[in-house]
């Protein structure tokens, strides 16, 4: 069984429709995805009625917006119910911020003499109710300012970058919190990809899988080489943590995340169902 449990729909900042990237999965072997768009549910429904015209079981999920102490830091869930008020709220809020930063993202842009307007970013979003900053970059190569998303981050956009502008994101513990109440499970997205390890140390780890029941963390993600998945195997396998592996695909938006080039491991995926159930969430 081939299972990719981390993918995005153009609801966020991926490019296909949900119904198109299931159809997709189908076509390169899945026979089962996670939809994990950033801060919302809204393409699950179109998602799993494709699911059930070309067979492949699609798993509710999502990929929160959290940070420890400033750093951002990206919480799957999985198997949460979706009409959860608590979680519900906490996604608005999370929205909230995107769409609010947008102004202060474009004055910083034309201070760097790359003015873009509202309007180009929103027509680059299209249907998308998770405005990020891969929107902003499709702007900017369209307007001839960089080649390409990857170019627009390296140069401008990246934490580390001078067009970037804070936005409201969760604290780790209170994501992984809503996560379980809302009777899912929660994984750490990626904790060692791009430099963060020193963000993120094992002792931090350890800590919310003891104190706050942090499920388990992706450690076959693109973002990892081997060395730092068999470290990240190593420290779950100490903590009896889920390791799951998937391509966090965004269609045509990223490079490097073909559907499917990652994937989790049947044992583990019959694990994360299991505690779904025993939460009382929705598979
Ligand atoms: P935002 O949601 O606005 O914080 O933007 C974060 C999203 O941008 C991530 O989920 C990725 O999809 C994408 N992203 C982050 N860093 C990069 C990068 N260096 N190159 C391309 N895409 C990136
Ligand atoms: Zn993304
Ligand atoms: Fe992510
Ligand atoms: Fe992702």
New binding site residues.
């Given amino acids: 069984m081939r299972i990719d449990l981390h993918t995005h729909s153009s609801v966020s900042?991926g490019t296909d429709a949900p119904a198109d990237l299931v159809a997709k999965a189908s076509s390169v072997g899945l026979d089962v995805i996670a939809l994990t768009d950033?801060d919302t549910f809204d393409g699950l429904g179109a998602a799993r009625r494709a699911g059930e015209r070309v067979g492949v079981r699609v798993v509710g999920g999502l990929e929160m917006?959290a940070e420890r102490a400033g750093a951002?830091v990206h919480v799957l869930g999985y198997g949460c119910d979706p009409g959860d008020a608590a979680l519900l709220e906490a996604l608005a809020r999370l929205r909230a911020g995107?769409d609010g930063r947008l102004p202060a993202m474009l004055a910083r842009l034309a201070e760097l003499g790359m003015p873009l307007s509202a309007e180009a970013v929103a027509r680059h979003a299209g249907p998308a109710v998770s405005l990020?900053?891969?929107h902003v970059a499709d702007a900017m190569v369209e307007a001839g300012y960089v080649a390409d998303?990857?170019e627009a981050?390296?140069r401008w956009l990246?934490e580390d970058k001078p067009a970037y502008v804070t936005r409201y994101a969760c604290p780790v513990p209170q994501a992984i919190d809503l996560i379980h109440a809302a009777g899912g499970v929660a994984v750490i997205a990626h904790p060692w990809g791009?430099g963060r390890r020193g963000t993120l140390p094992e002792d931090l780890l350890t800590r919310w899988v003891r104190d706050h029941g942090l499920d388990g963390v992706e450690v076959d993600h693109p973002d990892h080489d081997t060395a730092t998945r068999a470290d990240l195997r190593a420290w779950a396998s100490r903590l009896g943590a889920l390791t799951t592996g998937s391509s966090d695909h965004?269609g045509l938006?990223?490079t490097n995340n073909d559907l499917g080039c990652e994937t989790t491991d049947e044992a583990v995926f019959d694990d994360l169902l299991a505690r779904i159930d025993r939460r009382g969430g929705r598979p």
Avoid: C
């Fill in positions: 900042d950033h917006s951002s995107r990020g900053r891969p998303r990857t981050f390296d990246a791009r965004h938006g990223k």
